[in-house]
């Protein structure tokens, strides 16, 4: 079992997506001594942005000109392959204005390419990246998980949308939401994410909260 561990966040040592991530994947190995894990920090090496060069490149399955769009449609590939690779995914993605980071949207940008992970048919699109299992490790500072709120999501939904569209089906979501209302608002939301991840790998459990397609 091949587990690629992400993280996306920030803040370093206080961030609490990777506190969240690391967790996930000790509990992981910890009932899977078979488990391969193989890490990648996008606030580190971070993903290139889609540039005029890279997207004609991807389209038109072309070589780039430049010296700097030949490295960018390289690391591109490597992400690409990387995540081919993968039988699971834990991904560290914080909320960031409603949003995911930068780094973690370049990173699906890298991977959103026709013929690789989707494809069009005249009934719509076809996912060609399925059968994998997706573990997103959620943090946020405000509480999206009411009816009242869960239409602002653009992070965990977003997350789900554009891997269901690449073929994927399981999705778990270890969630800490609200650490920015006090400690015992963050507390209890750790604690929580960690009951989560507690359940995540019991044998009868295929998957905390599937995502219907
Ligand atoms: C740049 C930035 C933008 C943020 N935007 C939001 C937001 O839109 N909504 C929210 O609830 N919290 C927001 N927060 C708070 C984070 O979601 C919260 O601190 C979370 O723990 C971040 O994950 P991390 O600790 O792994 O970095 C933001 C934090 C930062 C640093």
């Not at 540039?51 to 000109?65: F, H, W």
């Not at 994927?168 to 609200?178: K, L, N, P, W």
Request: net charge neutral; proline share 5%.
């Amino acid at each position: 079992m091949n587990v690629l561990h992400l993280d996306s966040s920030l803040t370093g040592a206080a961030s609490v997506s990777r506190l969240l991530s690391r967790e996930t994947v000790d509990a992981w190995r910890a009932t899977d001594p078979a488990v391969r894990v193989t890490y990648r920090d996008l606030a580190v090496t971070v993903p290139p942005q889609l540039t005029p060069e890279t997207v004609a490149a991807l389209r038109l399955r072309s070589e780039p000109a430049s010296a700097q769009g030949k490295a960018e449609l390289l690391h591109i590939n490597t992400l690409l392959d990387e995540f081919l690779a993968a039988d699971a995914i834990v991904i560290g993605a914080p909320m960031y204005n409603f949003g995911v980071p930068t780094q973690l949207k370049a990173w699906i940008d890298a991977l959103a390419q026709a013929g690789r992970t989707f494809e069009y048919t005249p009934q719509g699109p076809r996912g060609l990246a399925g059968g994998k299992r997706v573990v997103i490790a959620s943090s946020r500072g405000n509480i999206y998980s009411t009816p009242q709120m869960q239409d602002k999501d653009f992070q965990e939904r977003y997350l789900v949308a554009a891997l269901q569209f690449m073929g994927i089906t399981q999705f778990d979501v270890v969630r800490a939401e609200g650490v920015n209302r006090g400690p015992e608002v963050c507390d209890a939301a750790l604690a929580s994410a960690r009951a989560a991840i507690a359940q995540l790998f019991t044998a009868q459990n295929t998957a905390h909260e599937t995502v219907a397609t």
